[in-house]
C-alpha cells in the first residue's frame, strides 16, 4: 500500500482519537508527529542520500543530548558530533565504512586520555565509546536499509503509540523497574502495531517484527537507565509531547541495527 496513504490515514485516524479523548499530552504528541512524519518520510524518499542527511541529523541531536545526559565535557561532545556527520555520509559512499565504527569508538577516548584526566578520565572515555555505537553507529544503518527505512521507521512509531495502548488497556506484569510504565501489555500492544504496518507497507517479514518489537523495549529501557542515573525525566525540553529528540527516537537507535541483520 502506498506509503503516504498509509501515514496519512494513520495522522487521521489518531488526531481523530486525540481530539475526542481530549489528552492534552496526547494532543501535543500528535501535533508532533504531524510534522515528523513528512519532513523523515520526504528525506527518505531521496533515497540513500536522504537518509544519510537524516542520520546526520539526527545523530548531532542526539548526540548533544546524551553528552548532556552522561555529563560529558565540550570535547567529547564536539567528537561524537563529528561523527554523526561523517559516518553516515562515509557509509553513504561505502557500507565498508562501517566496520571502522570500533576504531572510531576507541579514537573517542582520545579527549580524556590527551586532557590527562585521572578522576573522570575512565567514564568519559566508557560513556564517550558508548556514544559512538548507541547514536551514530545506530543511525548510519538508515542508510544501509534502503527502501525499507520508512516502513522500519513507521512501524516503531506506530509501535510506541499501540505499546502505550497495550499497557493501558491490558496492563501485566512490569519488565522492569528502569520504566514502571513498560508491561508485558504493552509488548503485546506494541506487537501488533508493528505487525499492522509492517504489513500495509508490504515490508512483513518474521525476523523484522521480531527486530521492530525486541528493539522498541530495549531501546525504551536503555534510554531510561541514562535518564535514571542522570536524574531527569525526559533528555530534553524543546521537542513537544516527548521532551527531547532522544526521548523520540531511543527504540529506533535499537531496531535500526536489529532490522538491518534480520533482513
Do not use: Q
Request: aromatic residues 6%.
Amino acid at each position: 500500500m502506498n506509503a503516504v496513504l498509509v501515514v496519512g490515514g494513520a495522522l487521521g485516524a489518531g488526531g481523530i482519537g486525540v481530539a475526542l479523548g481530549g489528552d492534552r499530552e496526547l494532543r501535543r504528541r500528535w501535533a508532533t508527529w504531524a510534522v515528523t512524519a513528512p519532513l523523515v518520510g520526504g528525506l527518505l524518499a531521496l533515497g540513500a542520500p536522504g537518509a544519510a542527511a537524516l542520520a546526520a541529523a539526527l545523530g548531532v541531536v542526539a548526540a548533544s543530548e546524551y553528552a548532556r545526559l552522561a555529563g560529558l565535557r565540550t570535547a567529547d561532545r564536539a567528537l561524537l558530533c563529528a561523527v554523526a556527520v561523517g559516518l553516515p555520509l562515509a557509509v553513504l559512499v561505502t557500507p565498508d565504512a562501517l566496520r571502522a565504527t570500533p576504531l572510531l569508538a576507541l579514537g573517542a577516548t582520545l579527549p580524556a586520555l590527551l586532557s590527562g584526566d585521572t578522576r573522570t578520565g575512565l567514564r568519559r572515555a566508557a560513556l564517550t565509546a558508548f556514544g559512538v555505537i548507541w547514536l551514530p553507529w545506530a543511525l548510519a544503518h538508515l542508510v544501509l536499509l534502503g527502501g525499507t527505512a520508512f516502513a522500519v521507521c513507521a512501524a516503531v512509531s506506530v509501535a510506541d503509540v499501540t505499546a502505550w495502548c497495550g499497557g493501558k488497556l491490558v496492563g501485566g506484569a512490569r519488565l522492569s523497574t528502569l520504566s514502571p510504565g513498560k508491561t508485558w501489555g504493552g509488548v503485546l500492544g506494541a506487537a501488533v502495531g508493528a505487525a499492522s504496518t509492517l504489513a500495509l507497507l508490504g515490508a512483513f517479514t518474521p525476523l523484522l517484527l521480531v527486530a521492530v518489537v525486541v528493539g522498541d523495549v530495549v531501546g525504551d529501557l536503555l534510554e531510561s537507565m541514562a535518564k535514571r542515573e542522570a536524574g531527569v525525566k525526559d533528555a530534553g525540553s524543546w521537542l513537544p509531547g516527548f521532551g527531547g529528540l532522544l526521548d523520540r527516537v531511543d527504540s529506533l537507535l535499537v531496531v535500526l541495527p536489529l532490522a538491518w541483520w534480520a533482513l
